[in-house]
């Protein structure tokens, strides 16, 4: 384990047929495609300035005598100066009632005057934020995230780093579980410089996620959003460090380019509901803050999609509402407990004009042997096709299993179920998932 890390989720390579059966989503006929990009012994870089000819062949000068300009008739310029000085005076008084002299809430000044401009991001709410006032809100609630073992004398030897966001004043910290995992020592260094001994308080493997401790108390957490209200195409912002640069975090603006997204890794599994965006993210931010426009943390940056021709402009990041789930509990616990149906589940398609087919639900192929189905003792059948779960509308099981995994063990779930043209409503109380499904 040696450099930054990020997932690479791996498309050149589609020469598989995914089995369609999942138990709650796991699909043991779909292999992992994402790999780990180690990024080893980043150089640093240096520029000379070229050497002129004079350091080398200290006899060669040069000089240049320029010719006097020509004699001009002398000519009375004052009437065309009190025009000019006129036209600029009326330039000036238009531009300062327009508002471009002087700052304004678009913009702000340099110190010698001049206006400097704002990249402005359009909210919801119709009102406006700069990226710049995004960047100083969340910055300093992202944090690097050392991992390491110690050398005989203790000394902190870096193998790799990742990204963290601050969740609480008093020190818990989350980010990947992929980059802690095996880790001997973690170190935390914060947007200051300051560096802390890191506590790994627990770590979910299925959803990617980990949580750190450090000894603080005054840190600056960051303010949690949701998914629900948002769209895509609407404004997405990642924060985090990417290749270890030193500085403190880095900002980069993109949109949010899809929602639900199934992706598969080598070290997690798949990874149900994730956010798709083409903010850029790299090595190193792993772990780090995927905000809305007003700031708000809407994911955890975590994966990135590549090909046989390098980075495809694709990142990925588990929803905020799956964050905030999982790292209560492990801050609560140390350990997650994943909710479970206890249903085998495959897509449902309807019939469209006699001739095409959509989807529109998931649809109980089997219960699990040997498992106690919470499904089945609340009444649910095979056959059974579930279009709604707690409201939200199911068109695939991809759907379903990402609104489960927002749930804990013993909640309960509405399910709306159709079942031969007739709707029903269950209400299941989950299970806890076996370690070995």
Do not use: C
């Not at 065309?80 to 036209?87: E, K, M, N, Q, R």
């Not at 000036?92 to 002299?101: A, D, I, K, T, Y």
């Not at 940056?301 to 905020?320: K, L, N, R």
């Amino acid at each position: 384990m040696r450099g930054s890390y990020n997932h690479f989720v791996d498309q050149s390579t589609p020469d598989f047929v995914p089995d369609e059966r999942a138990l709650d989503g796991v699909e043991p006929g779909v292999p992992a495609v994402v790999a780990w990009a180690l990024n080893h012994d980043l150089p640093g870089a240096s520029t000379e300035p070229a050497a002129t000819r004079a350091e080398h062949d200290p006899h060669w000068t040069a000089s240049f005598t320029m010719p006097p300009p020509p004699e001009s008739p002398k000519r009375d310029w004052r009437p065309l100066a009190l025009t000019a000085a006129a036209a600029v005076a009326v330039t000036l008084l238009v531009l300062w009632l327009l508002g471009l002299l002087g700052g304004g809430s678009d913009g702000t000044t340099d110190a010698d005057g001049d206006v400097v401009e704002m990249r402005e991001i359009v909210s919801d709410a119709g009102g406006s934020t700069s990226a710049a006032t995004v960047g100083s809100k969340v910055t300093p609630s992202v944090v690097t995230v050392e991992v390491g073992d110690s050398a005989a004398d203790g000394i902190f030897r870096q193998t790799g780093l990742g990204s963290g966001v601050v969740l609480t004043s008093n020190g818990y910290i989350v980010t990947n579980h992929h980059v802690i995992d095996e880790a001997a020592r973690i170190r935390i260094v914060i947007q200051d410089g300051t560096t802390y001994e890191g506590e790994l308080v627990g770590s979910d493997a299925r959803t990617d996620l980990a949580v750190i401790r450090i000894d603080a108390t005054d840190l600056t957490p960051i303010d949690l959003g949701q998914t629900d209200t948002l769209s895509i195409g609407d404004t997405a912002i990642a924060v985090g460090n990417p290749l270890g640069l030193e500085g403190g975090a880095s900002l980069t603006l993109g949109v949010l380019s899809a929602f639900e997204r199934e992706v598969s890794t080598a070290d997690s599994g798949t990874l149900f509901g994730m956010l798709q965006t083409d903010a850029p993210i790299t090595r190193g931010s792993s772990g780090g803050a995927l905000v809305d426009s007003e700031g708000r943390l809407i994911g955890i940056t975590t994966a990135i999609g590549v090909s046989s021709a390098g980075a495809e402009g694709i990142g990925f990041a588990v929803p905020v509402e799956v964050v905030d789930r999982i790292a209560e509990e492990l801050i609560e616990t140390g350990d997650v407990r994943h909710a479970f149906l206890g249903v085998r589940l495959e897509n449902f398609f309807e019939e469209v004009d006699g001739a095409t087919s959509r989807p529109a639900g998931a649809r109980v192929s089997d219960f699990p042997e040997g498992v106690e189905s919470a499904a089945a003792g609340a009444g649910l059948r095979i056959d059974d096709v579930i279009i709604a779960a707690n409201g939200d509308t199911v068109t695939t099981r991809d759907d379903l299993i990402s609104i489960l995994r927002r749930f804990r063990v013993g909640e309960s779930v509405s399910l709306l179920v159709m079942r031969d043209g007739e709707s029903l409503t269950f209400n299941v109380e989950l299970g806890e998932r076996p370690d070995d499904l």
